[in-house]
Structure formats: structure tokens, C-alpha cells
């Protein structure tokens, strides 16, 4: 038996059938399905109950956490609940807000999102972070490795610099991951499944590639096995 690969299909799903109908094509051939904020608040944690179905595949709750710390504390309880495997909360929240998380959730991961790779120089410019983008995905992953995250969320342009920061114990998770010749759609800092794999990330985030296929299964393992070849 394969494998799955370490893969989070993002089942952005208009309605909780579809969301369903793409976990049980991708599961045979990913590690991970990942819960967004936009199916999560339409349908609740029923959500996570029908994603994750028969399989036992690890789930990724997307909520991106980011409030104060008694708050995210909180809502990480509240969740905690349904056992997902990874939980985000925002590296920006500080510290205190993260240690928060990981306390009001032990049994799950803490996954804390550096900067969105939606966000170009210039955006990051803008809002008033300095420098180039690597630098301060690095200082933010620093202070939340401190805090007990167990993950981080990086862009795989900032994956290497992101693992040279934290080591190698740390799971590093990438959006932004584009196989060749797929529309970025509207993220800005990307790379391809096999060059984020060989620069350090452990999961990568694939959403429209494979759930807007023709065949999402066929298409989740066309890009397991093409992961598979890089690792041999």
C-alpha cells in the first residue's frame, strides 16, 4: 500500500456534499484535508465529522486565530473538541496569545501562519513590514516556536529560511504551492510541490489544482507520485 503524501487538499467546497464528495476522492492518496474558515462558519463542526468520514485522515482546521490571549485560548478549547490535527492562529498575535493556544489545546498541533502568501513585497511593504519577507517570517516563527507552536505556516519561497530558523523538529506547512503550469490564481509568493518539498516544507497546502480538476482523485495522486519521485 502507498503512502499518502504530505499533502492538505483545501477543500474551499461551496456546500458540505461537495466538501465530503472531494475528502473521499483525495484521501486514498493525501496525508491531510484542510478545513477553511469559510466552510467551517457556514456549517460548523459537523464539518469536520463529514470530511473526515471513515478514513481517519488528519484534519486541518484553518481558522487563523487572532485575538487576544485569553480569547484564542478560549475558541482553541472550543475546537480542541473535535480533535483536529492542526490548528492555526496568527504568529502576529504575539507570545502570549500563542502559548494560549497551545494550552487550550494540547492534543493538537499549533500551526502559527507567519505571513500569507497572498501578501507580495510591496503589500508587506505597505502595512509595514521591513525588509525582505524571509527576515520576518523568520522573527515571527522564532517567537512562536518559543511559545510552544508545533508548526508553522510559511510560504515556500520562505521555507528554507524559515527551517534554518527553527530546525528540524518543527513542521513546516506551505500554501502557495502551485504544480508547473497551474494559474497562481491570487497568491503572490509561490513554488512548485517538488521544489517545496526539496527546500524544507514537511505538508503542502494544495487547494484548486486539485479540487478544480476534472477529477480531483486523478489529480491528487498525479501529484502524489510526482512527490514520490523527488523523495527517491
Known sequence: MTTP??????????????AARWAGLVTPHVSTVKVGLELYLRYGPDVIASVRGASGVQVFLDLKLHDIPNTVGAAARAVARLKPTY???H???GSAMVRAA?????NTRIAAVTLLTSLSEADLRQIGVQGPPADAARRMAAVAVGAGAQALVCSPREVAAVRAEVGPDVTLI????????????????????EDAIANGADLLVIGRPITGAPDPGAA????AAALRRVSL
Open 174 to 193: 506551505t500554501p502557495g504551492v502551485r504544480p508547473v503550469g497551474a494559474d497562481t490564481q491570487d497568491q503572490a509568493r509561490v513554488a512548485t510541490p
Open 5 to 18: 503524501a504530505p499533502i492538505a487538499v483545501a477543500l474551499d467546497a461551496p456546500d458540505l456534499e461537495t
Open 220 to 223: 491528487a495522486a498525479g501529484i
Open 102 to 106: 497551545v494550552e487550550g489545546a494540547p
Open 91 to 93: 504568529a502576529a498575535g
Open 87 to 89: 490548528l492555526t492562529v
